[in-house]
């Protein structure tokens, strides 16, 4: 049973996200990326890969609604740097959610299924984000609009498998083996992706590269 979110406040109409096409399979990487680094990439990749995705939508966040903002960078400036890092064709960069009026990503979510009902489309977020899903609004809604591809992070993995929100969706995981079908799947249905680790985190890279990122 899915649970409709109102959108009427959002002006959804005028939104612009990136093209797609009906039938198409398509990964949507939310993210503050502040700055972008390799283990995006390497999470990117992958899911293009394992589940057989058509695009990947990299879509910067402005401001992720449980972090603090102080010092986070302009959505612009984010999203240059990513448009800089993202290689490829089949990766677009978007940050329609300024547009849209939200930060939470139900909302989000809810808006493109709504406007694209024959595209497939997958939500792909980091383990530490698993770990703490059940704070996030309307979480249990958010499986029920689309599938979730999780991908593994360093010391993340038990954390994020023994979290309040895995357990109480634990009967809707996907085995990897699956991957490919993932987009194909009626929500409920999530996975954690066994990839490439990396250490690299956005964190770190602000406390090596101040002077670089240039906060404002
Ligand atoms: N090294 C990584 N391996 C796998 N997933 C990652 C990695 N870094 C970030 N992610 C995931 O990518 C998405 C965007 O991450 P985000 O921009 O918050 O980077 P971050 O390095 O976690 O940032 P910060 O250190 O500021 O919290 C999130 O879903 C996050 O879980
Ligand atoms: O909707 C929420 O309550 C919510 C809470 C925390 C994070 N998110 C989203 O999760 C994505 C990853 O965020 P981050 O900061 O870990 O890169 C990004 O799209 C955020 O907007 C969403």
Redesign the pocket.
Known sequence: MTRKIPLQSFGSLRVKTPFCLPGQRIGV??????P??D??R??AEAAMKRLKLDQVWWLITPG?PL?SHNGLSSLAGRMDLVRAFAHGPKMKITGFERELGTRYTAGTLSFLTRRYPAVRFVW??????LAYFDRWQHWRHIAEIMPIAV????NWRHAALSSPAARALERYRVPESEAASLADRQPPAWMLLT?R????????L?ATKPAELGAK
């Open positions: 990487m939310g993210g503050t990326f502040n972008p680094h283990g995006h390497i999470a992720n972090k792909i977020m980091g383990a530490d984000n991908v593994d992070r360093p990839i680790l990396s250490g690299l985190s956005s964190t770190a602000r």
